[in-house]
């Protein structure tokens, strides 16, 4: 019975990709569009006469960003139009979440994540590096959260959290007092390219939510203005096997 359930949501999970890719494709159009006239108004400045040095590095380091940024529209892309192969092993899962705090926390020394790890939790089985990059963007979207507020709030800011839940499953949540989100933009973050940030990509949920998904997990996100934001993840300790 449980098997026949998770079929039936791996299924509708495979359906529900394939109709957002039609709608992926013309709003990836438009997103490629960005980033190429910015290539070519550095382009045009290269060419001037006069170019000096210091533009010349100003220039060749915004080439750089686009290019970065056209890859993983591309990475994006393409894992929305196969399933995911997972690499499946062994993971420390409260090991792996203080790396991506590690990771995410990069530069912004002020950002403090509190980590709240149950050191009960076995092994999982689960691709270490998807999950730390899914982690490492709900960090950093809760990072952005916690900097983008007005006025400070009391207490930590952010603190993530690893618990058993049951014998066969694990929960992390990540908890933010950031800005929050806008009731009517909570049913969008998970959209591709849907970003209320002025240099955000929009990607960085929609690509953790096929990793969680892909793994047999859940992601929900909660959140009220002004206050902060949860996000949930559920995992199975062990993913269904054609994940
Ligand atoms: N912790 C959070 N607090 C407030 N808003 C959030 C939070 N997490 C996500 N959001 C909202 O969801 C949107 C989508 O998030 P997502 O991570 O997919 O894209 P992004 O952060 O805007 O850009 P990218 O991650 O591609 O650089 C964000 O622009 C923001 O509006
Ligand atoms: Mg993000």
Known sequence: MTDS???????????????????????????????????????????????????????????????????????????????????LAPANLNALARDAVRAADAGVAHAKVKLDLDTTIPDVTTDAERLRLALVNIVGNAIQAVDSRETPADGDPIRLRTAKITSRRVAITVTDKGMGIAPEDLPRVFDPFFTTRRTGTGIGLAISRNIIEGLGGRITVSSERNRGTEVRIELPMQPPATA
């Open 5 to 87: 359930i998770e079929r039936f949501q791996r299924e509708a999970t495979q359906r529900e990709r394939l109709s957002s890719l039609g709608r992926l494709s013309t709003v990836v159009a438009h997103e490629i569009r960005n980033p190429l006239m910015i290539i070519k108004s550095a382009l045009r400045t290269l060419r001037r006469e006069n170019v000096q040095p210091d533009q010349v590095r100003a220039v060749a380091h915004d080439i750089d960003e686009e290019i970065a940024r056209l890859n993983r529209i591309v990475a994006e892309v393409l894992d929305f139009a196969r399933p995911i192969k997972f690499d």
